[in-house]
Each structure stands twice: as C-alpha cells, then as structure tokens.
C-alpha cells in the first residue's frame, strides 16, 4: 500500500509545478502571516565559488529572527490539512526557534490523503515568476528534523523540481526518502554535487501521506542551509 501512495506522491509532487496557475495564490491563502516580510523581497543571486573560497552557509530556515531566504507559501494540495508555526521554542535543535509541522491525518483521510509544503522564493511562485537564487558550488543541503512521538514517516524531502512547463523553472531537484523520524533530533543531507543549481526557486520541501502516516504526524524541523 505504502509502495502505491509513494508512487502516486511522486507524480503529484511533479504535477502541482505544471497546475501552478490552479495552485496559486489560493493554496497558501492565510499561511503567510509568520513569515517576516523581508523575505519578500527579490532575491539576489549567489556568486558562484569556483576555486574561491568556500560556500558560505545559505539558510532556508536559521532562526525566526533570521534572514531566511526561502518562504513556506507552497502548501500542497490545499494546506486546509496542514499548520507550521516557524516561531516554536520548546526543544529547538540550534537558536532560539525552530519549525513545528502538524499533518492532520484525520482531515487528509477525508481528501486528497496527501500533503507537503514548498518553501518558494519569491512566495507561491510554482515557475511562473523570476526569482530564485544561483546556488553554483553548494554540495548539498543539511537539515535537522525530528518526530513528536517517532516513526513519523516522510515520503520526501527536496530540494529543486519546480514549475518544470512554466516559464522560469528550477534548473535541477536532488530528493532523499523515504526518511522514517525519530524523536531525537538527527542532520539529514541531500547530496548536490553534480547538480545544476544555477536557478533554484524551490529551496526545501517535503511530503508524504496518510497511508505512511496513519495515526498522526507532527515533526519538527531546523537549521535549513545549503552549504
């Protein structure tokens, strides 16, 4: 059962770039009101290293008081089955806040039985509009996460993969899962190297399912960097 809602996640996780326009703004109507406007602005790309100096760490998500250079806008299918509060600050993993997400199963049981989040630049841009970084010499993306009560399952964790027939497109995806969560904090890493990241809008998501998950699942996430 798991095998077949993977399968199916994955085509969905590919087909919401190509239903962008039916996907925004409404699917993250009302689930901006935590995100600091500063990350609204556009973005400027990164100097690509070469032989310079090493990558400098380029964060999706540091702290809530942060300068994080990606926007959780990009719920999917809907959001009505899912709340992030990215100001929680019981046991975060490093700074003073981390990233609580909470799937309700029991509402998703009810509908698409799916859901994930994007965190976009600019916000709710499935590659219909410019922005995005240039992410050159980057090797791979680092993150911490971990379970309310363990055996959360996540189907996928990404980077990369959007609006790929719309007019600015990520220009690569790298993907780990399925990734089964613990209840103590643990760095997970999605290898980059020989990657393409010279146009990333997608900079982090994640997504999985109620056949995975079937009791609950909140998890908990940090520290966010491409580096």
């Given at each position: 059962?798991?095998?077949?809602?993977?399968?199916?996640?994955?085509?969905?996780?590919?087909?919401?770039?190509?239903?962008?326009?039916s996907?925004?703004?409404?699917?993250?109507?009302?689930k901006?009101?935590?995100?600091d406007?500063?990350?609204?602005?556009?973005?400027?790309?990164?100097k690509?290293?070469?032989?310079?100096?090493?990558?400098?760490?380029?964060?999706?998500?540091?702290?809530?008081?942060?300068?994080?250079?990606?926007?959780?806008s990009?719920?999917m299918p809907?959001?009505?089955?899912?709340?992030?509060?990215?100001?929680?600050?019981?046991?975060?993993?490093?700074?003073?806040?981390?990233?609580?997400?909470?799937?309700?199963?029991?509402c998703?049981?009810?509908?698409?039985k799916?859901?994930?989040?994007?965190?976009?630049?600019?916000?709710?841009?499935?590659?219909?509009?410019?922005?995005?970084?240039?992410?050159?010499?980057?090797?791979?993306?680092?993150?911490?996460?971990?379970?309310?009560?363990?055996?959360?399952?996540?189907e996928?964790?990404?980077?990369?993969?959007?609006?790929?027939?719309?007019?600015?497109?990520?220009?690569?995806?790298?993907?780990?899962g399925?990734?089964?969560?613990?209840?103590?904090?643990?760095?997970?890493?999605?290898?980059?190297?020989?990657?393409?990241?010279?146009?990333?809008?997608?900079?982090?998501?994640?997504?999985?399912?109620?056949?995975?998950?079937?009791?609950?699942?909140?998890?908990?996430?940090?520290?966010?960097?491409?580096?």
């Amino acid at each position: 059962m798991i095998k077949r809602s993977f399968y199916s996640i994955s085509v969905l996780f590919l087909a919401v770039s190509v239903a962008a326009c039916s996907n925004t703004p409404g699917a993250a109507a009302g689930k901006q009101s935590s995100v600091d406007a500063r990350n609204t602005a556009v973005p400027t790309a990164v100097k690509p290293q070469g032989q310079g100096p090493a990558f400098e760490p380029f964060f999706v998500y540091q702290d809530k008081s942060s300068r994080n250079r990606y926007t959780p806008s990009g719920y999917m299918p809907t959001g009505d089955c899912l709340s992030l509060d990215d100001a929680w600050q019981h046991d975060v993993k490093d700074g003073k806040t981390c990233i609580r997400v909470v799937y309700d199963i029991a509402c998703s049981r009810e509908g698409r039985k799916w859901a994930g989040i994007y965190w976009q630049n600019p916000p709710d841009n499935w590659g219909t509009r410019k922005g995005g970084y240039n992410l050159t010499g980057a090797a791979r993306l680092v993150f911490w996460a971990k379970g309310e009560m363990g055996g959360e399952r996540i189907e996928e964790f990404r980077i990369g993969g959007l609006g790929a027939s719309q007019l600015y497109p990520d220009s690569d995806t790298a993907v780990i899962g399925p990734v089964i969560l613990s209840k103590e904090w643990k760095e997970y890493i999605i290898d980059l190297r020989g990657k393409d990241l010279s146009y990333i809008s997608g900079g982090f998501a994640w997504v999985t399912n109620v056949d995975a998950n079937p009791h609950h699942c909140t998890f908990y996430l940090d520290n966010i960097r491409f580096e």
